[in-house]
């Protein structure tokens, strides 16, 4: 098993430009999540899926799109970046969404937006 | 509103001593508490967690934590630091439903050798 992969590990965007980050996991996990990590704020929930086609707000949803077409996929798209989500992305899954499953992250994605 | 805690920036310790990172908490009712750890450059990996029952719970790379509900508290500790623990930690609770995890804001640590 690949665990979860995230792409681009890497990237830099203009003010105003668009892109998607890529999450998948082939652990056949319903719930998947996307983080980011800020310095000194640790991490926090942008949006959640708790299954395919089902997906939420986190605690900054605010300039993030998300969508579940797939079980293993859980793509994030930032529709038009701004300097305030310059951050580190860390998408994560597990087995369900029921209390206590544990989380498995993946690598993380390093966005700056100039 | 409900939270994790972590009030130490950054730990330095001496290769060999012991270490403890403090974690706190404030949920209503009895949390799902986690701890982390990240590797520079590193998604993140769970070290250990505490649902109920024993409140002293075992976790990998010799990490151990207790869970003190009067203290409000769930601090990592571990009996002799290797110079490759050097990383930074994560506390984390349970939020309610869908597994909604909240983190603290992580404390760094140091090995010195």
């Known amino acids: 098993n690949a665990g979860v992969t995230q792409t681009p590990k890497f990237q830099v965007l203009k003010t105003g430009q668009s892109m998607t980050l890529q999450c998948a996991q082939d652990m056949n996990h319903e719930y998947m999540s996307w983080y980011r990590q800020d310095p000194g704020m640790g991490l926090r929930l942008i949006h959640y899926?708790?299954?395919?086609?089902?997906?939420d707000q986190g605690e900054v949803p605010n300039g993030y799109n998300v969508s579940r077409s797939t079980t293993e996929d859980f793509p994030l798209r930032l529709l038009s970046a701004a300097p305030s989500q310059t951050s580190v992305y860390f998408c994560?899954?597990?087995?369900?969404?029921?209390?206590?499953?544990?989380?498995?992250f993946g690598p993380g994605t390093r966005l700056t937006v100039l | 509103a409900q939270s994790v805690t972590q009030p130490d920036i950054h730990i330095t310790v001496s290769e060999g001593a012991s270490l403890e990172l403090r974690c706190n908490y404030s949920?209503?009712?009895?949390?799902?508490l986690f701890w982390y750890v990240q590797s520079p450059g590193q998604g993140l990996q769970l070290l250990l967690k505490y649902f109920s029952g024993d409140t002293l719970v075992q976790g990998i790379k010799g990490f151990e934590a207790e869970f003190k509900r009067s203290q409000s508290s769930f601090n990592l500790r571990k009996p002799s630091v290797h110079w490759s623990d050097a990383a930074e930690y994560f506390c984390a609770g349970l939020t309610g439903t869908a597994s909604k995890l909240t983190f603290g804001t992580g404390t760094r640590l140091q090995v010195t050798l």
């Open positions: 949920y209503g009712a009895t949390p799902y």
């Open positions: 994560a899954s597990s087995y369900s969404a029921l209390l206590g499953n544990e989380q498995f």
């Open positions: 899926s708790v299954g395919a086609g089902i997906t």
